[in-house]
């Protein structure tokens, strides 16, 4: 067991949490027991430095598609370490990546390599912002868009205007605002567009909401969102950091529920979460309106020192080989219906309210604690993790999963059995 205590403040320190593998964004002061490292991992499961093993439902929220450590993945990424970062010159690999990914999604035209889903959405943004002329964006509440978040939108404002960094060469005073609406409003969308036409760029939605505990949008939502926007010449911007790559059973969210966006931001399972990748995706059209300028002119002066990455190209790459040799699409549409099944046979067990499911996400909604929210989903999460070796996320009272998608239909049961037996006894 590792005893020192760590001096780092905390990110590092927070790694023995529950859940908490690399994650800085996770509650541990509460946490009581001795901290477990995780040292390996291997498919769906990991392994801590005392050699327990645990089965990983998170995924780290998405990204591990194909599970830990993928043989087909380090051996490219084994047979890539002979170059570092390329900022300046195209790698043959990168153009290569970019090619496949447009190439094998209708609609989509043009892609470009960032290094996160932070990064994509501000890319997202800046093209949009650089694209219209107009700076405010319509995000929703519940949606999570990666750390940029914090930038866009004041914490409890509602639908408020608030400071942007600065974009597309405005001042950030000038930047005005983004507006956050409650997730499935569309009147308020559509008024908020009436009325504010002139300066919005965008709308940005995930379009199954992840981290708000899987909000799966009513039949009609999407569509009428991209009517409005349609309408009123607004880019419609679909967050698919965790619904791209596979995890609905279709190449990205946006397939599987029928709404073609403008531009699509991705990351996590673009290279099963081997190494930090993002990607933004545009439909036909975008790309041209920055081809204007002066030949010596910089088309879109945005980009960052790790973009395209030669070892996060040489892993997408190879992820996108092992969707096509196992099948995992198919596998997902497979399992999806034996998934939901497992999941909803937790209703009524100790104090579920709710059970939600689409493709490989899931979650489980528990019923608040009067006067502590999130108290019974904390515990909940704590006691998977100690007393039954299982990772999974929690938001509040909501527990949610994101298994790997060569999981089994056996682990899947498992996984149930091991939630059900701490659902039975938490108080
Ligand atoms: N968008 C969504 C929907 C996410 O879930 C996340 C991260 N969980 C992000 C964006 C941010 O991605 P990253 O952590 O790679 O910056």
């Known amino acids: 067991?590792?005893?020192?205590?760590?001096?780092?403040?905390?990110?590092?320190?927070?790694?023995?949490?529950?859940?908490?593998?690399?994650?800085?964004?996770?509650?541990?002061?509460?946490?009581?027991?001795?901290?477990?490292?995780?040292?390996?991992?291997?498919?769906?499961?990991?392994?801590?430095?005392?050699?327990?093993?645990?089965?990983?439902?998170?995924?780290?929220?998405?990204?591990?598609?194909?599970?830990?450590?993928?043989?087909?993945?380090?051996?490219?990424?084994?047979?890539?370490?002979a170059l570092g970062t390329s900022f300046g010159a195209s790698t043959e690999n990168e153009v290569v990546l970019a090619e496949m990914i447009a190439g094998a999604i209708p609609s989509i035209e043009k892609v470009r390599l960032v290094n996160s889903g932070t990064e994509a959405t501000m890319s997202a943004i800046r093209l949009a912002r650089a694209f219209t002329g107009r700076n405010k964006i319509i995000k929703f509440d519940g949606c999570y868009h990666g750390h940029v978040d914090s930038l866009l939108v004041k914490a409890g404002s509602g639908v408020a205007t608030l400071g942007l960094p600065d974009s597309a060469g405005v001042q950030p005073q000038e930047c005005s605002s983004t507006f956050s609406i409650p997730y499935n409003d569309a009147d308020t969308v559509q008024r908020a567009l009436e009325l504010n036409r002139s300066e919005i760029a965008a709308v940005i939605v995930e379009p199954v909401a992840g981290s708000a505990g899987v909000l799966v949008p009513p039949v009609g939502y999407l569509e009428r969102l991209r009517a409005i926007t349609e309408k009123h010449g607004i880019l419609l911007i679909f967050d698919?950091?965790?619904?791209?790559?596979?995890?609905?059973?279709?190449?990205?969210?946006?397939?599987?529920?029928?709404?073609?966006?403008?531009?699509?931001?991705?990351?996590?399972?673009?290279?099963?979460?081997?190494?930090?990748?993002?990607?933004?995706?545009?439909?036909?059209?975008?790309y041209e309106a920055f081809m204007q300028g002066p030949q010596q002119g910089i088309e879109f002066a945005h980009g960052y020192t790790y973009s395209a990455h030669p070892l996060a190209c040489a892993a997408s790459l190879a992820t996108l080989d092992v969707y096509r040799d196992e099948g995992l699409l198919e596998r997902v549409t497979a399992l999806e219906k034996h998934w939901e099944d497992a999941l909803h046979s937790l209703k009524g067990v100790g104090a579920v309210m709710d059970v939600r499911n689409i493709g490989l996400m899931g979650a489980v909604e528990l019923e608040p604690r009067a006067g502590a929210p999130g108290a019974r989903g904390f515990d909940t999460h704590v006691k998977t993790f100690f007393e039954e070796d299982v990772l999974i996320r929690f938001t509040g009272d909501i527990l949610a999963m994101s298994p790997p998608l060569i999981v089994s239909t056996s682990q899947i049961d498992e996984i149930v059995e091991r939630l059900r037996r701490v659902l039975e006894r938490i108080e």
Request: with cysteine; hydrophobic share 40%.
């Open 1 to 81: 067991m590792l005893k020192q205590k760590s001096k780092i403040l905390f990110s590092r320190a927070q790694r023995h949490i529950p859940g908490g593998v690399n994650s800085p964004v996770r509650a541990f002061r509460s946490v009581g027991g001795e901290p477990r490292f995780i040292r390996s991992g291997k498919g769906s499961h990991v392994t801590d430095v005392d050699g327990r093993h645990y089965i990983d439902y998170l995924g780290s929220w998405g990204p591990l598609i194909l599970g830990h450590c993928p043989a087909k993945v380090q051996s490219a990424l084994r047979a890539q370490l």
């Open 240 to 286: 698919e950091v965790i619904t791209g790559f596979g995890r609905l059973g279709k190449p990205f969210g946006w397939q599987r529920l029928g709404v073609v966006p403008d531009l699509v931001t991705t990351a996590k399972g673009i290279n099963s979460g081997t190494v930090p990748m993002g990607a933004v995706f545009a439909r036909a059209g975008l």
